[in-house]
């Protein structure tokens, strides 16, 4: 029903920076809330930051004040800005749409996944 093309991963070194694309289909993407979740080697896949459609953000403590979560609704685009890369933000990132059917009934989606490297 929703499906999720991601863009922007790739190899960086310490310190620098990588802005992530997901771009979702859909008539009604300004309903979702979207996220990014994250899962490294040998570790079960973690929430990075999420979207609320409206407008309330979370984000995993460790990323706080490095990463920043946006979304385009006009192009049903979110995107995760990532800011002084660490190594231990490796991982496969993925993107996630979450649409509330009714109360207590939620349907998620996800993207394919992306590479992320932060290696010197």
């Known amino acids: 029903q929703v499906q999720l093309v991601e863009s922007g991963g790739g190899l960086v070194q310490p310190g620098g920076s990588l802005r992530l694309s997901c771009a979702a289909s859909g008539r009604f993407f300004s309903l979702y809330a979207m996220g990014w979740y994250r899962q490294a080697p040998g570790k079960q896949r973690e929430l990075v930051a999420v979207?609320?459609?409206?407008?309330?953000?979370n984000f995993e403590d460790s990323v706080k004040g490095r990463f920043t979560i946006s979304r385009d609704n006009v192009n049903n685009t979110v995107y995760l800005q990532m800011n002084s890369l660490k190594p231990e933000d490796t991982a496969v990132y993925y993107c996630n749409a979450r649409i509330k059917v009714r109360i207590g009934v939620l349907d998620d989606y996800w993207g394919q996944g992306t590479q992320v490297t932060v290696s010197s």
């Open positions: 979207l609320t459609s409206g407008g309330s953000t």
